[in-house]
């Protein structure tokens, strides 16, 4: 099998699109292409250029009941009105009642990969298709092979891409990946493997695509799962999403307000905020999260402080942090309710390092009494781990 990736650098919108054109058009036409949709800004703009290259193109978008939902509104209807010639893929009724009560987060990423592959798989062969498109990313590229993109070639090998992981072999990038799954397709096609976030964005805009999709926070593969703690169950699901919703959206506002829009770039370069979310658990404080020791995922426990606020003191202690994963600052601590919460928001260029976004506390306790006035919540905290020492999700 093949893997032919666009190898180009970004000038202008125009300039990219052209480029990316003649690449589909090189490789795609007459072919029959399957595109899965994830929701975000990197897929969307591999399935948009597909469509302005006019290549025959199958988009699915598979829903398995762990997305997020956005202002009451669930990711399948977004991507719906967006493109509406996508095919729902509805897994919910099998998918979760097999990851419920799973507590292993490598197994709960496992299950995703696997349920992702079988119903990828079955719609190539359904539909006969010929290639398989992914939103595959520059920052995606150089982590796995630990060379840059200018040192691959537009085409190659799968063999040739496995010897080249294995010479720059990286544990903690690599193990949670969606790791290359080889499906029956003549090749693998990647119109978007040289471009970063920023320029992603840019491109949406230029396509005319609403500012919603443009400031699209990035999501993980795993979903909610990845930002519950423990076992996923019916109960803290739909709490997660209703308090992910909250810090999300209240966040979002909170940007539009101060700067017109949902996301700036700050003055580090980094697309401010990159992530936001809540991360649920019925005991945080004696739980075991994920931070990173010499770039390795290592599990820890959390640390909680209450202190007078003060950012960059704070941040400079939760940076050097040692024997803990991270440094959780205490917001609301209430007696009832069933769940603490840990607000994350970050500001990153591409995931690999993100350092902690700086909200004023009084916002940050107006988010927490909303949490709070949800009878399912007993604590909040804000996460003052920048990334290293912390990692961005918990699981
Ligand atoms: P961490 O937690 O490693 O996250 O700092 C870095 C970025 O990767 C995303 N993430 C994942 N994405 N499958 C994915 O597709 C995964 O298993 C996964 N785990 C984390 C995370 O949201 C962040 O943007």
């Not at 060379?147 to 799968?158: C, F, G, P, Q």
């Not at 990647?190 to 992603?200: C, G, H, R, W």
Request: proline share 4%.
């Amino acid at each position: 099998m093949l893997n032919h990736r666009l190898i180009t650098s970004f000038t202008t919108p125009e300039q990219f699109i052209n480029d990316a054109i003649r690449f589909l058009k090189k490789h795609a036409k007459d072919k029959k292409v399957f595109c899965a949709l994830s929701g975000g800004i990197d897929s969307s703009t591999a399935y948009l250029l597909l469509k302005k290259a006019n290549i025959d193109t199958i988009p699915i978008f598979i829903d398995h009941g762990l997305m997020r939902i956005i202002r009451s509104k669930e990711e399948r209807e977004y991507i719906k009105q967006l493109f509406p010639k996508v095919k729902i893929i509805d897994i919910r009724d099998k998918f979760l009642p097999k990851i419920y009560g799973e507590e292993d987060a490598e197994k709960k990423r496992m299950l995703f990969k696997n349920a992702y592959s079988k119903i990828i798989s079955k719609v190539i062969e359904d539909e006969d298709c010929d290639l398989l498109a992914d939103g595959t990313i520059l920052p995606d590229i150089e982590e796995s092979f630990g060379v840059e993109i200018n040192d691959l070639k537009e085409t190659m090998s799968l063999k040739e891409e496995q010897n080249l992981m294995e010479k720059h072999k990286d544990g903690f990038i690599k193990s949670q990946h969606n790791l290359a799954i080889a499906y029956d397709v003549e090749a693998t096609i990647q119109p978007v493997a040289s471009l970063t976030k920023d320029e992603i964005r840019e491109l949406l805009k230029d396509l005319d695509m609403p500012q919603e999709l443009v400031y699209r926070k990035a999501f993980p593969g795993p979903a909610l799962a990845a930002r519950i703690i423990g076992a996923v169950t019916e109960e803290n699901l739909s709490v997660e999403k209703k308090v992910h919703d909250i810090v999300e959206s209240s966040i979002e506002d909170y940007y539009i307000k101060k700067y017109g829009e949902p996301m700036i770039i700050n003055n580090l370069g980094e697309q401010e905020p990159f992530q936001v979310f809540a991360a649920i658990s019925k005991e945080i404080l004696n739980t075991k999260v994920t931070g990173m020791i010499e770039g390795k995922r290592s599990y820890e426990f959390p640390l909680a402080i209450k202190a007078k606020w003060d950012y960059d003191n704070l941040i400079t202690l939760a940076s050097t942090i040692k024997c803990f994963s991270r440094v959780l600052y205490e917001l609301e601590v209430s007696l009832n309710g069933k769940f603490d919460i840990a607000i994350r928001c970050i500001n990153s260029i591409d995931a690999r390092t993100a350092s902690v976004t700086k909200l004023p506390i009084s916002f940050l306790h107006e988010i927490a009494s909303k949490l709070l006035a949800l009878e399912e919540i007993k604590s909040v905290y804000y996460d003052i781990t920048p990334k290293p020492p912390g990692t961005i999700e918990y699981v």
